[in-house]
Structure formats: C-alpha cells, structure tokens
C-alpha cells in the first residue's frame, strides 16, 4: 500500500467516489488501490461491481423516493463490504465506511 504518511496508514476508509479504487488512507485521504491489499479476488470482484453501481448514478433519472432507496441499498452494502474487507485484512488495518 503506498501513500503520503511517513508510516504507512493502516486506518482506511471505504468510500464511494466518482475514481477508479473506493479505499482511501484516513490520515492522509490517499486514494489506495484495491490491488495492492492481501484480500480475495471474489472481493475486489464485489468492490468493483458495488462502486460501478455508484458510478451509473450519474446517468439515472429518477424520482427522489427512488434516489433514496438506491443511496440506501448502497450503503447497505456499503457497510458489508466494509466488513468483509476487514475480516480478510484481519486486525492490522482498520477499515471505516463513509456513506454516500
């Protein structure tokens, strides 16, 4: 994992953004891929779907009772993915999500 911190952080946050990787060093506010973390290739697979969903939201029109169940199905599993990151990079890191 590379960042701006003198010692590389080990506290990161999960977190939706219009970029190619949603995990993000908190000290500094790096963007990290997902690459370079020990965690299963059915994960990131699931990373990468969840933030291609963010990403389509751009182009969805919607009313805003629509616009609120998505953010909160997204986040919804936001908060899993969350979880699961942390389980497979176990307690060296900790792992926060910021809802969208």
Same mark, same amino acid.
């Given at each position: 994992?590379?960042?701006?911190?003198?010692?590389? /952080?080990? #506290?990161? &946050?999960? *977190?939706? #953004?219009?970029?190619? #990787?949603? $995990?993000?060093?908190? &000290?500094? /506010?790096?963007? $990290? =891929? !997902? #690459?370079?973390?020990? !965690?299963? +290739?059915?994960? &990131?697979? *699931? !990373?990468?779907?969840?933030?291609?969903? @963010? =990403? %389509? $939201?751009?182009?969805?029109?919607?009313? +805003? *009772? *629509?616009?609120? &169940?998505?953010?909160? =199905?997204?986040?919804?599993? /936001?908060?899993?993915?969350?979880?699961? !990151? %942390?389980?497979?990079? /176990?307690?060296?890191?900790?792992?926060? @999500? @910021?809802?969208?």
């Amino acid at each position: 994992m590379r960042c701006f911190c003198e010692n590389e /952080g080990l #506290d990161l &946050k999960l *977190e939706a #953004d219009f970029c190619p #990787d949603p $995990l993000w060093c908190c &000290k500094c /506010g790096c963007n $990290l =891929e !997902i #690459d370079e973390f020990s !965690i299963s +290739s059915h994960l &990131k697979s *699931e !990373i990468r779907q969840w933030l291609y969903n @963010y =990403e %389509q $939201l751009s182009n969805y029109e919607a009313r +805003s *009772e *629509e616009l609120f &169940k998505f953010y909160k =199905e997204h986040n919804s599993q /936001g908060l899993q993915l969350a979880e699961k !990151i %942390q389980s497979e990079l /176990g307690e060296q890191y900790t792992i926060c @999500y @910021y809802p969208s």
